[in-house]
Nanobody, 121 residues
Framework: QVHLVESGGGLVQAGESLRLSCAVSGTILNIRTVGWYRQAPGKQRELVASMSGGVTTNHSDSVKARFTISKDNVENTWYLQMNNLKPEDRAVYYC???????????????WGQGTQVTVSS
């Protein structure tokens, strides 16, 4: 069983920072991509940041220069550092892993349960 657990969300004021964590447990192979997504009320889920191959990162235009995805070099934990938060960043943030289960020949998607981020103006 593969589990992803997000944490670090909360209520902050505009301009403040939060760091989200995505802890991955279980046996997985060939991690291809890790992504942070968010879903605001009444909106579709959107990708805000991703890391591929453990090195290559991408950030959406709406969060570029404010959010940074990174990985702990020891633990299977990924982070999303969010600085200068804005009210429009309010959403449930999810972590998604694209990887292979042992013995599999194809990649699967694994999702966490999400963590709420609320930003007051």
């Amino acid at each position: 069983q593969v589990h992803l657990v997000e944490s670090g969300g909360g209520l902050v004021q505009a301009g403040e920072s939060l760091r989200l964590s995505c802890a991955v447990s279980g046996t997985i192979l060939n991690i291809r991509t890790v992504g942070w997504y968010r879903q605001a009320p009444g909106k579709q889920r959107e990708l805000v940041a991703s890391m591929s191959g453990g090195v290559t990162t991408n950030h959406s235009d709406s969060v570029k220069a404010r959010f940074t995805i990174s990985k702990d070099n020891v633990e299977n934990t990924w982070y999303l550092q969010m600085n200068n938060l804005k009210p429009e960043d309010r959403a449930v943030y999810y972590c998604k892993l694209i990887a292979m289960r042992p013995g599999a020949t194809f990649f699967s998607d694994f999702w966490g349960q999400g963590t709420q981020v609320t930003v007051s103006s």
